[in-house]
């Protein structure tokens, strides 16, 4: 690979990257949304470094410098091994690859327990507000889970409305879903509702399902965590398909 | 005069690139002056501008028949893979040729202990005190050792950076809530790790078996020399980085979940499996502890081993190593890193979890 090819694919990787970020926004598929300031500052660094590169070595390419590099297994230019660089700007063009749904959630072992995140400080549900109340599934969990250990217990008789999409359970079951992210989307891990009360919606159907806690009578808080509905409305994808 | 002189001194670069030009390129050193548009820089720009009109291209007729949803995982997480590790490898890079380019050779060699015995700890120590990826510490760890640090040192430092920086252990607290002892545990097998690995590298290490990176000859400026640098680097890490994430991204697609929950409940096949498994996910140290938090099925010293092993070995980083060191540093390092990493967990974790 010549040092004048390097620099177009430092371009492309860099605008690929500006491109899902500041265009499309299509990076929110793959990463967290606090890290986009990160990666468009990675993006600028590339198209950067690369046009500089470009402009630099107009008139000039002797094959880059590592000609004379010893013991580097490539040979004339640079590492053959840099052309794999524009494999996840393809994949990220040709396959435009969408964010995790149905399939990863599906596959994840219902038997293990996903430890919910942990709950912040303001403890007790607020009183009043909106009817029912809107919350993540994350922290329906969080609150199921502390009441199921012998904690407080404060969804009780509180109605909810919580977002997720539909995967079928056993038993004619179903489940309302939310992949949470640690870092990016390789290590989503599913959080899973058990539905009660409501038929099962279409596999994939994002929904709003407003009703109320039930608690699964589990005391070691082994991941099962039910809700009660009383009804599940369609509803589009989040902007954020994540939890 | 002079000019002969240099050549016969130092013939092998002009004398290798000699080698090395194809035919091709004779008769066009040979040919008339090129034309403006034969320029390397001109194609360059034809290449770039060919390669997003065949993106553009595949983007409206491909993507939309892209629809096997095992493909479209696989893509999603294999980019998201490239895409999160990418401003860590950039910066990794950045830092790394910065330090090569700006900061004086013997800078280092004043700062840690002449014997590489008593470096190595001083290197260890300075892991936990910078915050630094796994893959930025490979390049990092490289322009070192091409600085004159000796390669045990260096290597200390590779392995510390990641695994015991206050960014990781934060993060660890934040995954186990409850329990402050991993975090102790996490910080003291891994630094013991690195450091004893240190230390076996400084007794029976032989310098044949490593490939110290040499920094590409440059005639110009410290911002010229810094910009090769990074290029190089990038080029380097870069494609070796994307093999690790094809890998990962195929385990975490194909591979059935319940074989490897399976063996949870077996006391040394889990720590064995979550140490391979740690290997195989190839996860960024910042990240990892929230991925151990949640393999709920396993033990404590198991998850211990994921967290210790994660950061010192695992596909990325070997692919990385290899990229930067050569194989035959890598056949052996790696072994003895895994195996000390795995011993270490099961002990700090068998006496204090």
């Given at each position: 690979m010549t040092r004048a090819t390097q620099n177009v694919v430092m371009v492309l990787l860099g605008g690929a990257v500006l491109w899902i970020t500041l265009v499309t926004g299509e990076a929110i598929n793959y990463v967290k949304p606090g890290f986009r300031p990160l990666l468009v500052a990675a993006g600028v660094v590339l198209v950067v470094l690369g046009a500089v590169g470009v402009r630099r070595e107009w008139h000039d390419d002797r094959g880059g410098t590592e000609a004379g590099h010893a013991g580097h297994h490539h040979g004339h230019g640079g590492p053959r091994v840099a052309w794999l660089l524009c494999l996840p700007v393809f994949a990220l063009f040709a396959l435009a690859p969408p964010e995790l749904g149905v399939y990863t959630a599906e596959r994840s072992d219902p038997r293990i327990a996903t430890v919910p995140p942990p709950l912040d400080d303001s403890y007790a549900l607020p009183e009043g507000g909106p009817d029912p109340l809107p919350m993540s599934i994350p922290e329906f969990m969080g609150r199921s889970f502390e009441a199921q250990i012998g904690g407080q217990a404060t969804l009780t008789g509180r109605r909810l409305e919580l977002t997720g999409f539909v995967t079928t359970g056993e038993d004619g079951r179903w489940y309302l879903n939310r992949l949470q992210l640690n870092c990016c989307a390789a290590d989503a891990s599913t959080l899973r509702v058990t539905v009660f009360g409501v038929p099962k919606p279409p596999k994939g159907q994002w929904v709003d399902v407003v009703g109320v806690w039930r608690p699964a009578g589990t005391p070691d808080g082994t991941g099962v965590y039910e809700f009660q509905a009383e009804s599940a409305t369609k509803t589009g994808k989040p902007d954020n398909p994540y939890a | 005069m002079k000019e002969n002189g240099y050549r016969t001194r130092c013939p092998t670069v002009a004398d290798q690139r000699d080698d090395t030009v194809t035919a091709a390129e004779h008769t066009q050193d040979h040919a008339p002056p090129r034309r403006r548009d034969d320029?390397?820089?001109?194609?360059?720009?034809?290449?770039?501008?060919?390669?997003?009109?065949?993106?553009?291209?595949?983007?409206?007729?491909?993507?939309?028949?892209?629809?096997?949803?095992?493909?479209?995982?696989?893509?999603?997480?294999?980019?998201?893979?490239?895409?999160?590790?990418?401003?860590?490898?950039?910066?990794?890079?950045?830092?790394?040729?910065?330090?090569?380019?700006?900061?004086?050779?013997?800078?280092?060699?004043?700062?840690?202990?002449?014997?590489?015995?008593?470096?190595?700890?001083?290197?260890?120590?300075?892991?936990?005190?910078?915050?630094?990826?796994?893959?930025?510490?490979?390049?990092?760890?490289?322009?070192?050792?091409?600085?004159?640090?000796?390669?045990a040192a260096a290597l200390t430092f590779l392995l510390a950076a990641p695994a015991i920086n206050p960014i990781v252990l934060v993060a660890t607290a934040v995954a186990f809530p409850r329990q402050p002892e991993m975090v102790a545990a996490r910080f003291g097998a891994s630094l013991a790790v690195a450091v004893l690995v240190g230390w076996i590298w400084a007794w029976f290490g032989k310098g044949a078996w490593i490939r110290i990176p040499e920094r590409p000859d440059h005639d110009g400026s410290k911002w010229e020399a810094f910009r090769q640098a990074m290029r190089h680097d990038l080029m380097h890490a870069g494609g070796f980085l994307v093999v690790g994430g094809a890998a990962a991204a195929t385990i975490n697609t194909v591979v059935p979940p319940s074989w490897l929950t399976g063996l949870g409940g077996i006391g040394w096949a889990s720590v064995l499996t979550l140490a391979f498994l740690a290997v195989l996910m190839s996860l960024c140290s910042e990240a990892d502890a929230f991925v151990a938090a949640s393999l709920t099925a396993f033990s404590p010293t198991a998850k211990l081993t994921f967290l210790v092993v994660g950061p010192m070995v695992d596909l990325k980083l070997i692919a990385m190593q290899t990229g930067i060191f050569g194989r035959a540093f890598v056949m052996r390092f790696v072994p003895l890193t895994f195996v000390l990493a795995v011993a270490v967990s099961a002990l700090v974790g068998g006496l204090f979890l």
């Open positions: - | 320029t390397p820089g001109a194609s360059a720009l034809y290449l770039l501008v060919s390669i997003v009109a065949l993106l553009v291209l595949a983007r409206i007729h491909l993507a939309p028949h892209v629809t096997h949803a095992g493909l479209q995982a696989w893509s999603t997480i294999f980019v998201a893979i490239c895409v999160q590790a990418l401003p860590f490898l950039v910066f990794g890079v950045l830092l790394s040729a910065a330090i090569a380019t700006f900061v004086p050779a013997e800078t280092w060699t004043r700062l840690l202990p002449r014997r590489a015995a008593a470096a190595v700890p001083v290197a260890g120590a300075a892991g936990a005190v910078l915050p630094g990826c796994e893959c930025a510490s490979v390049p990092v760890a490289g322009s070192l050792m091409a600085r004159g640090v000796a390669p």
